[in-house]
């Protein structure tokens, strides 16, 4: 990858995906930075570390939204070294009992995002000879959600995350197909799989699972953000097809 090396950044104006973004400026990277929200502060934080930024409105479930956005940062920044999938929203019910709704909505974004911002990449990736995807899985869809045997029945009903779960398997399954699919074109692909992390997203996380933690405490976007940056570098291309937890171990496989 020649410098520049130039980053697209989605849910950028997130806990993780800000702190993803920082941590690739910090390593050199210009990001294009991407969201349903507003992602103009995480840009100029970026443009303070020296580092171009391009901050784009995005709806990850658009296919036209994606490819947009993947041309206009071919015209402004000439190539796409990294995507950095970051998009996700929350969801809640039990399998059982969820609406269908719910369940669409998580599988939208969390699953069908990172495909169709996979897939607007690849091209430009092969193009130029090679690049790296970091995907954004979750300790929850490996362990079938974090159990929470205190609450009564009602209350883990409405709790339970098995839609945001499967969306999760779902990134890990698809990082490994797409892993294999892409070695032979130089791009090496990833996901992080983070335990609880403080962030817009766990404002309600319950006391009682923080002291399942064994570390005492929950993560950190920055601590997300490292793994996302080395798994992105140049220099680690022949990591692919891996799923790297950052769970303060709580899950281990
Ligand atoms: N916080 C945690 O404990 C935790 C744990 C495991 C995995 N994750 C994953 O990490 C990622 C980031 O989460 P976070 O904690 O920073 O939460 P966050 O809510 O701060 O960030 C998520 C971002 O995604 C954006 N987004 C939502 N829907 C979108 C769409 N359709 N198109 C474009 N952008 C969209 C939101 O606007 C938001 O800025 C998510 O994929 C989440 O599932 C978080």
């Known amino acids: 990858m020649p410098e520049p090396r130039v980053a697209l950044v989605t849910g950028a104006a997130g806990g993780i ?27 100029e934080a970026v443009r303070v570390l020296g580092r171009r930024a391009l901050a784009m409105a995005l709806d990850v479930t658009s296919k036209a939204g994606v490819e947009a956005v993947v041309a206009r940062i ?8 990294a995507l950095v999938n970051v998009a996700g929203v929350v969801g809640f019910g039990s399998a059982a009992e969820m609406p269908e709704a719910e369940w669409d909505r998580v599988l939208a974004v969390n699953l069908k995002g990172t495909f169709l911002a996979c897939q607007a990449v690849i091209p430009a990736m092969r193009a130029q000879g090679g690049g790296r995807i970091v995907n954004i899985g979750s300790i929850i869809g490996k362990n079938g959600g974090n159990a929470r045997p205190w609450l009564d029945r009602a209350e883990q009903q409405r709790s339970g995350s098995a839609a945001y779960g499967v969306s999760k398997a779902g ?6 197909f797409l892993a294999k699919e892409l070695a032979a074109d130089n791009i090496a692909v990833n996901a992080v799989a983070p335990g609880p992390i403080a962030s817009a997203m766990t404002t309600t996380f319950p006391d009682a699972l923080k002291a399942l933690i064994p570390v005492g405490r929950m993560g950190t976007a920055e601590e997300v953000a490292r793994v996302v940056a080395f798994l992105a570098a140049p220099e680690t291309g022949f990591v692919t097809g891996e799923i790297v937890d950052v769970n303060g171990g709580m899950w281990m496989d």
Do not use: K, M
């Open 74 to 81: 071919l015209a402004e920044f000439g190539r796409v070294d």
């Open 171 to 176: 990134v890990h399954a698809l990082t490994f």
């Open 17 to 43: 995906g800000r702190a993803s973004a920082l941590a690739l400026a910090e390593a050199g990277w210009d990001v294009a930075l991407a969201d349903v929200r507003e992602a103009a502060g995480a840009a």
